[in-house]
């Protein structure tokens, strides 16, 4: 297991941009997934990115906003947040697989990925 430290997110306003930041020693060769938890709603996986960048699983509600990325044997893997919106509001893991691909649906509960963030909460609210 890694230990996955995040940090950034905060407080925005709609139409806003934040970062994330996932980090960990060798997660370069890790399948990096994102999930949000938003009060009183079950987590959700939004997106999810394997180690030569490849990105999938892209949830509806944040299609065309959000990106990750990653640089080839680094230890980061970044969550782009744009135009964000109220409803984005949510505690945010970054989650990682000992895998080379993204699984076919993000389920926080399948023991797929191993290692989790503390979790960073994003507020968007005018």
């Known amino acids: 297991q890694l230990d996955l430290v995040e940090s950034g997110g905060g407080l925005a306003q709609p139409g806003e941009s934040l970062r994330i930041s996932c980090e960990a020693s060798g997660l370069h060769r890790y399948t990096v997934a994102w999930f949000r938890q938003a009060p009183g709603k079950e987590r959700e996986g939004i997106i999810c990115i394997n180690p030569i960048g490849t990105v999938s699983n892209v949830a509806e509600s944040i299609k065309g906003r959000f990106t990750p990325s990653r640089v080839n044997l680094d230890r980061a893997v970044y969550l782009q947040m744009t135009d964000l919106k109220p409803e984005d509001t949510a505690v945010y893991y970054c989650?990682?697989?000992?895998?080379?691909?993204?699984?076919?649906?993000?389920?926080?509960?399948?023991?797929?990925?191993?290692?989790w963030g503390q979790g960073t909460q994003v507020t968007v609210s005018a």
């Open positions: 989650a990682a697989a000992p895998q080379m691909y993204c699984p076919y649906t993000l389920s926080p509960s399948s023991g797929t990925f191993s290692s």
